[in-house]
């Protein structure tokens, strides 16, 4: 996992993951402080689910996030990546309770490239 000097306001993937979660009301805590939550502490996680409901809600979660980052911002896969591979490995870092916002904005810059951001 990256190590939290990634989670940075000059990294694009970080800004728009943090504020897509803010939106979408996953979480409440200011972007300096939001790096280190875990995905167990986001709004959707129960911890009282049974692991592959909780995969079918981060599945789904996962899928609203892929569709705000390409149509709401602009974002495009980056090469060799696509739909199927970003919602998969967003489920997979949002079904495991330890993984930070900072490890799910490190996937999630391996698989797009966000508006006005450099190659």
């Given at each position: 996992?990256?190590?939290?000097?990634?989670?940075?306001?000059?990294?694009?993937?970080?800004?728009?993951?943090?504020?897509?979660?803010?939106?979408?009301?996953?979480?409440?805590?200011?972007?300096?402080?939001?790096?280190?939550?875990?995905?167990?502490?986001?709004?959707?996680?129960?911890?009282?689910?049974?692991?592959?409901?909780?995969?079918?809600?981060?599945?789904?979660?996962?899928?609203?996030?892929?569709?705000?980052?390409?149509v709401g911002r602009g974002a495009v896969y980056e090469e060799g990546a696509n739909r199927t591979q970003a919602v998969n490995m967003m489920t997979d870092i949002l079904s495991n309770a330890n993984?930070?916002?900072?490890?799910?904005?490190?996937?999630?810059?391996?698989?797009?490239?966000?508006?006005?951001?450099?190659?």
């Amino acid at each position: 996992m990256p190590e939290q000097s990634s989670w940075s306001m000059n990294n694009r993937s970080c800004t728009t993951t943090w504020i897509t979660l803010y939106r979408l009301k996953q979480l409440r805590k200011i972007f300096s402080e939001a790096g280190n939550m875990q995905m167990k502490d986001l709004k959707f996680f129960n911890p009282n689910l049974s692991f592959e409901l909780l995969r079918q809600e981060a599945s789904m979660l996962a899928d609203m996030i892929d569709v705000v980052f390409v149509v709401g911002r602009g974002a495009v896969y980056e090469e060799g990546a696509n739909r199927t591979q970003a919602v998969n490995m967003m489920t997979d870092i949002l079904s495991n309770a330890n993984s930070t916002v900072a490890d799910f904005a490190a996937v999630n810059d391996k698989n797009y490239l966000f508006w006005n951001e450099k190659k």
